[in-house]
């Protein structure tokens, strides 16, 4: 009996399981579409609140024109204030016409905050110009080692003195225009003087002619510390001479050569005595102080120029010259 009950009890256990399986789905598929219509429901109304946004996603450029260059774009220009006007309100009714219930304000142009301005700055101030050195003006009339000599003696013993005319020019002493003369008259330097001046003399004194006038080109050495180069000729039989000839013309003392006249030739008073191989030098350089001292004798002009405190500076030497 009771295995009887007991085959009963497990089919009716089974009828129910398999009565109960068709009811559990069709109930949860009932609650997955009405969960479905419900947020269907709230998406229309959440769309039909918001305005409509256009997403636009940004497409690479082709690989091509990413690596070619590209010409540079203009910049777009700013229409002018009735034009953005009439955009704005073209915009606003289009907008209006598409979403009726959205709230739509748009700022007129002419309303529309003003763009910040910069001021340009201001340009820099160009530099003062470089201060100009004066530059130092050439002494064209007195150049350095050149000088004018100063007044003319009047007389020079009984004769009188003429004028003559001195200007620098080349940076040298002129000399009657013609005469050019270099240093200044002094021991450091001397005026360097050449033949041709001392000799001009002739010209113009020459007491046996009448001629009784030093002329101021021969006036201006007097005195002064002269040098010249000239063929030179020492006192026969003296060993040691304390003087000497400096003449333009070669001469031995005696028969070889010309013999000097009183225009072309200096007696030259030595500091030193003259010893070793200068005494037979046959030129040379003398450096002293010129004097002008005429010696006239009946109314012969004997001798003209003289030279105290001489040095020689011999440059050339003979056999035996002064013996």
Known sequence: MRL????????????????????????????????????????????????????????APPESDALSPKAPQPEPTLPAPTDLDRIAREQEQALREAHPNLPITVTPAENAPAAPTQTPAAAPAPPPPPAEVPKAKPDAEKPAGVALPGELPKTIGTYTVSPATFEIKD?????????????????????Q???????????????????????????????????????????????EPRECLSMLNQWDGCCIGVPPTPFDAIE??????????????????????????PYVVG?????????????????????????
């Open 4 to 59: 009887f009950w007991g085959i009963i009890a497990v089919l009716v256990l089974v009828a129910g399981v398999v009565l109960g399986v068709p009811w559990y789905q069709q109930n949860r598929a009932a609650t997955q579409a009405a969960a479905a219509r419900a947020a269907a429901e709230q998406a229309a109304a959440a769309s039909a609140q918001e305005p409509p946004s256009i997403a636009t996603t940004p497409t």
């Open 193 to 239: 003087i050449p033949w041709e001046l001392l000799t001009s003399v002739e010209k113009d004194f020459d007491p046996h002619e009448g001629k009784k006038t030093i002329p101021g080109r021969i006036a201006f050495l007097h005195g002064k510390h002269v040098s010249l180069a000239g063929y030179v000729s020492f006192p026969l039989m003296v060993k």
């Open 268 to 293: 030259v008073q030595l500091t030193k005595p003259i010893r070793g191989n200068d005494r037979f030098a046959t030129a040379g350089a003398v450096k002293g102080v010129l004097e002008v001292k």
């Open 171 to 191: 940076g040298l002493l002129a000399v009657d225009g013609k005469f050019k003369v270099r240093g200044v008259g002094t021991a450091d330097d001397p005026y």
């Open 299 to 323: 109314d012969w002009l004997v001798g003209l120029y003289v030279m105290e405190s001489g040095e020689l500076k011999a440059s050339d030497y003979g056999a035996a010259g002064g013996f």
